[in-house]
C-alpha cells in the first residue's frame, strides 16, 4: 500500500485527523496546515463536499487549498473546508 492510500485511510478517522491537523497548525507554518487542511479534505469527500458546504466554486478552492500547501484560503474557506470534514476549531492556552 503506498504511503498516499495509507494517510488517506487513516485521514478518514476523527480522532486521527483532527491529530494530524492539531500537529500541522503546531508546526507554525502556514503551507504545512494548509497541505495538511488538504490531505484531510481529500479523504473526506473532496474539494466538491466543501464547495457545496460553503458555497464556493471548486476553482477557487482548487487555488486556497492546493496539495503543495502555497495556497491563502480566507478563514471562510477553512471554515467551509473544517466542517465539510466533519471537524471543527478548537482553542486551548499555548503551553
Given amino acids: 500500500m503506498k504511503h498516499t ?3 488517506k485511510n487513516k485521514l478518514k478517522d476523527d480522532n ?3 491529530q494530524y491537523l492539531t500537529q500541522a497548525v503546531q508546526d507554525l507554518e ?6 495538511a487542511l ?3 479534505v481529500d479523504a473526506r469527500g473532496g474539494l ?4 457545496d458546504v460553503g458555497s464556493l466554486s ?12 502555497q495556497g491563502n484560503p480566507t478563514a471562510k474557506t477553512m471554515f467551509a473546508a473544517l466542517r465539510a470534514s466533519g471537524l471543527s ?3 486551548s492556552a499555548a503551553s
Fill in 38 to 40: 488538504r490531505h484531510v
Fill in 48 to 51: 466538491a463536499k466543501v464547495a
Fill in 89 to 91: 476549531l478548537t482553542f
Fill in 16 to 18: 486521527f485527523a483532527a
Fill in 58 to 69: 471548486k476553482a477557487s478552492l482548487y487555488k486556497a487549498i492546493p496539495h503543495s500547501g
Fill in 30 to 35: 502556514p503551507a504545512v496546515f494548509i497541505a
Fill in 5 to 7: 492510500d495509507w494517510l
